[in-house]
């Protein structure tokens, strides 16, 4: 059932045309302990430059509003599918990992369902610049929303976790051009999808994970008509792609679990007009002005450690201020706020920016600490 009387499962389509983060309809939803809580459908743009409509979740603390309004940090959420009935909105706030020790300290959080989910159309599934929009806006609307506390003033946190990590990456990298008035303070990134070729790379030999491929390619030729899924999906398998807007990603990739051999007719990688939208939303390829955290475990079986190194590299090569964490034998679920918010405490108060960037840290050299 919907978590907010008076709105839809899926928000509906802009009556008009707005401004991206105008609020269409703010619904005051199950809070958080000590807070107050929203679910919130705004506006937004597509990449096609449609107005289209998204849904959020905002969460305040029950504590007076300081000057110039709540610090504000907005959530991207890791892999739930494409699928409406995945979005995280449908439980509220508590599906916010560590929301309770965020409003504790004095955050407003907001967290975007992202393009697609919740909402009419399709959720476009790792493609960076939409991710990035959904997270800028979800900022906007926060702000918009009476009573929020949060203003246009409030300093931003961009925070992400696997494919939110993906989503904050390229939050900061358009928040310049895209959305300048939010003020961004910093960007951190837990396990964070980065290069989705090597993603798609790493489903390819793992049946398991089979459907993320799938996945990936579904939404990208959503996104971008004219991509030849055909050339990519066996036959059977491009009649079985309902699968996709029906169930969640545990459920797909246990859908598609079976000899990869029957379902891949070509990587997408190899074909041009995939490989190059791939490049586009490949993670840290230019220069952004906050500082970054990122957060990464050794044996991560989900998000190749690789991947990870290579993207700080990016980042420090083009100047930016990178605390680097490699936490030695932790996984891919190492969501934590023993360092995460600290860090986030000194970008809000303005502390100088660390940096581990001389230290060349790896995957391969794993420490207890930043």
């Given amino acids: 059932m919907p978590v907010a009387k008076g709105l839809n499962l899926a928000a509906d389509p802009p009556e008009a045309p707005a401004n991206p983060g105008d609020v269409i309809a703010a619904v005051e939803a199950s809070p958080p302990t000590n807070g107050r809580a929203w679910i919130v459908d705004h506006h937004s743009v597509n990449l096609a430059g449609k107005d289209i409509a998204e849904r959020a979740m905002l969460a305040i603390p029950m504590t007076p509003q300081p000057p110039g309004g709540f610090p504000l940090i907005v959530w991207g959420h890791a892999s739930k599918g494409v699928a409406d009935a995945c979005a995280p909105s449908r ?3 508590a599906a916010i990992p560590l929301i309770d020790s965020m409003i504790d300290a004095g955050y407003a959080v907001v967290a975007p369902d992202y393009e697609g989910m919740a909402a009419p159309g399709t959720h476009a599934y790792m493609v ?10 979800a900022a906007r609307a ?4 009476k009573g929020s506390g949060v203003t246009a003033g409030s300093p931003v946190i961009l925070w992400g976790f696997s494919q939110g990590g993906h989503a904050a990456a390229f939050a900061a990298q358009i928040g ?3 959305a300048p008035e939010v003020h961004l303070k910093g960007l951190a990134m837990a396990a964070p999808v980065t290069d989705v070729a090597s993603f798609v790379r790493r489903a390819e030999g793992w049946p398991e994970q089979f459907g993320l491929l799938i996945t990936i390619a579904y939404a990208f030729a959503q996104t971008y008509p004219g991509l030849p899924l055909d050339q990519v999906l066996a036959p059977g398998v491009l009649g079985e792609l309902d699968v996709l807007e029906q169930q969640c990603v545990q459920e797909v990739t246990a859908y598609f679990n079976r000899p990869v051999n029957e379902m891949l007719v070509k990587t ?7 490989a190059r939208r791939f490049q586009e939303s490949l993670a840290g390829q230019t220069p952004i002005g906050i500082p970054v955290l990122v957060i990464q475990g050794n044996i991560d079986q989900i998000v190749d450690p690789a991947d990870t190194d290579a993207l700080v590299r ?3 090569a083009n100047g930016v201020a990178v ?9 891919h679920n190492i969501l934590s706020d023993d360092t995460l918010l600290p860090w986030i405490r000194g970008r809000m108060i303005g502390d100088r920016p660390p940096s581990n960037c001389s230290d060349n840290r790896s995957s391969k050299t794993p420490a207890t600490g930043l």
């Fill in 91 to 93: 439980d509220g706030p």
């Fill in 128 to 137: 960076g610049e939409s991710e990035g929009r959904s997270m800028l806006d």
């Fill in 142 to 145: 926060a702000s918009r929303v």
């Fill in 176 to 178: 310049p051009t895209y």
């Fill in 268 to 274: 997408p990688r190899d074909i041009p007009a995939f």
């Fill in 314 to 316: 990016r980042y420090c």
């Fill in 323 to 331: 605390s680097y964490l490699v936490r030695a034998d932790e996984n």
